[in-house]
């Protein structure tokens, strides 16, 4: 059978392509590299259901890390140290685990280089879109997806072609009366988060029910907008979508006009399979995307697919920043609200997102989360002391019945540079005998300078509402559940992967709609602007169909 199209991966950046393609009618085939879960599959336990169980084992399936280390860089396999950058394979992918911090993109996150020029050894550019393009299809997402929150007016919100958003702010832990009052003392703007996080019933979508454990878990209600929760059941039931789980997409063959005619899968047990389509569409999160082209390559593309122009992997995008944390207790708040669990805390800052000499970025302000074992474990030292026994049960007690640990995340662009790309290397393979992705992770100097500029900002906040043991871990490391660029759009094929529509340049039937196409990351998680920026691509292939696949 030939489908109409074929789409690799199923997170943010793949399901409004499934969404809209199987409505208007097409068959589409979703190659999933994990196993399909529902709802009832996802309970709260800590060991059972992490989003690590939903990851491959690095022993069989690693990537390698390249760090600066004495002038010099070193490679080293993620088996050794547990870096994982796999982020959930199964149906929905990583967008199943997020924590669901939804900000947009400001309008001049898309022409940074117009505004503050090319800092020195970056390779930063303008968008070839803007926000004003990108705008309805953030709206789009807020009530298909399922956002949540009040629009609050402060200096850089973005421009609305609607007044608030569809679901109203999820329920709030008291602590955020501390929050407010201490911002307003400092002449601070606390804004409430926006979340992918349902506050009422959407069709077959349970609200939340404040379990609280969001980050790393899997919503067990469907509130969570996942591509799978809000967007891939839907379109199920279109009959269109055909879904191949534990597919595993090894290699994309080009045919002699330069298309992709077929993609070769593996299967759980690795038995080789083949998909035909007339259109492809590679979402598989920016690493595994960056990988599979690279490893792709035939008499068309001796460097891999898309890759003549040795674009592919360039510019790889994380989000540099770090977390500030205090401890509280009764002598902040009543015990009892404070340890009322469940309820958010939805806080944000971006006072500072624009300053006139560099941009900064976000704080979101979160309690840490629940994860009571690996909390217990942590508790275990005291410094260089290791408590046991009565020592450590009564630090245990305390820590759980009296204080609270609230965190400030810290979000700051990741400055494309030409230290920060993806690779493949034929020394290092997985299980399967296939080069794993090589991820150089080269920061650059203004990402820690702006991080710092934040920092300050968190302490001082956390100062002033009377946090203890206040501590800091500012880092230009990347997070790895943040990835984006790799294949970035641009109108210049020797520059760029894809065109404005991430249409692959030289391939006319291949669309690349993960976080791979953005060349710069804003100072804010880049999920929401996946989800738009997939919608927005949907209807260019909708409006085009019949061009697309002459």
């Known amino acids: 059978m030939i489908y109409d199209v074929c789409v690799i991966g199923s997170g943010a950046g793949a399901g409004p392509i499934i969404y809209e393609l199987s409505k208007k009618g097409l068959k589409v085939c979703v190659l999933e590299k994990g196993d399909i879960y529902n709802e009832k599959d996802f309970s709260k336990d800590e060991i059972v259901v992490r989003k690590a169980i939903y990851t491959p084992n690095l022993k069989d399936e690693y990537h390698t890390i390249e760090e600066l280390m004495d002038n010099s860089w070193q490679k080293f396999p993620t088996y050794e140290t547990g870096w994982n950058f796999w982020n959930g394979s199964l149906l929905g992918g990583s967008s199943n685990f997020m924590s669901g911090y939804f900000h947009r993109l400001k309008p001049n996150d898309f022409k940074l280089a117009s505004i503050y020029g090319v800092a020195k050894k970056s390779n930063i550019v303008d968008w070839v879109i803007s926000y004003e393009e990108l705008e309805p299809y953030y709206t789009k997402v807020e009530e298909l997806v399922g956002v949540s929150g009040e629009v609050q007016e402060y200096e850089f919100l973005e421009p609305r072609s609607t007044k608030d958003f569809p679901y109203s702010a999820l329920a709030e832990n008291k602590i955020v009366d501390l929050i407010d009052k201490s911002c307003k003392e400092l002449g601070f703007k606390s804004i409430k988060t926006p979340r992918a996080i349902i506050s009422k019933q959407k069709d077959h979508r349970n609200p939340c029910y404040y379990s609280n454990y969001c980050g790393s878990y899997a919503c067990s209600s469907g509130a969570k907008g996942s591509s799978r929760a809000s967007l891939i059941k839907d379109a199920i039931l279109t009959n269109n979508v055909t879904i191949i789980a534990n597919a595993f997409v090894v290699k994309l063959n080009t045919s002699k006009d330069k298309k992709i005619k077929s993609a070769t899968y593996l299967t759980k047990e690795g038995v080789k399979k083949e998909i035909k389509a007339k259109l492809f569409i590679l979402a598989a999160q920016a690493v595994e995307t960056s990988r599979l082209l690279l490893n792709s390559k035939d008499e068309n593309f001796p460097f891999g697919v898309a890759n003549n122009s040795l674009n592919v992997g360039k510019n790889f995008l994380s989000s540099s920043g770090g977390i500030v944390s205090a401890t509280f207790d009764e002598t902040n708040i009543n015990l009892k609200d404070l340890q009322e669990p469940g309820l958010f805390v939805n806080r944000s800052l971006m006072d500072w997102y624009f300053t006139k000499e560099f941009k900064t970025g976000t704080i979101d302000i979160l309690f840490e989360h629940a994860n009571p074992i690996r909390r217990a474990s942590i508790l275990r030292w005291n410094e260089d ?92 490391l990347p997070s790895s559940n943040l990835q984006a660029g790799g294949c970035r759009f641009g109108n210049d094929p020797k520059t760029s992967v894809l065109n404005k529509y991430c249409q692959a340049h030289e391939v006319s039937n291949l669309f690349v709609t993960d976080g791979s196409f953005m060349p710069t990351g804003g100072s804010v998680p880049y999920t929401w602007t996946i989800y738009a920026n997939s919608f927005r691509v949907a209807d260019y292939i909708k409006n085009n169909w019949e061009d697309l696949i002459v």
């Open 385 to 476: 002391e290791l408590l046991i026994g009565e020592n450590l049960q009564n630090k245990i007690f305390e820590t759980f019945t009296k204080t609270r640990t609230l965190n400030m995340e810290i979000f700051v662009d990741w400055t494309p540079n030409d230290d920060s790309f993806i690779s493949v290397d034929e020394k290092y393979k997985d299980k399967y005998g296939i080069p794993v992705a090589n991820i150089r992770i080269g920061s650059h100097e203004q990402d820690k300078k702006a991080s710092i500029f934040l920092e300050e900002k968190a302490i001082k906040l956390f100062e002033k509402m009377g946090g203890k043991n206040i501590i800091s871990d500012i880092s230009v």
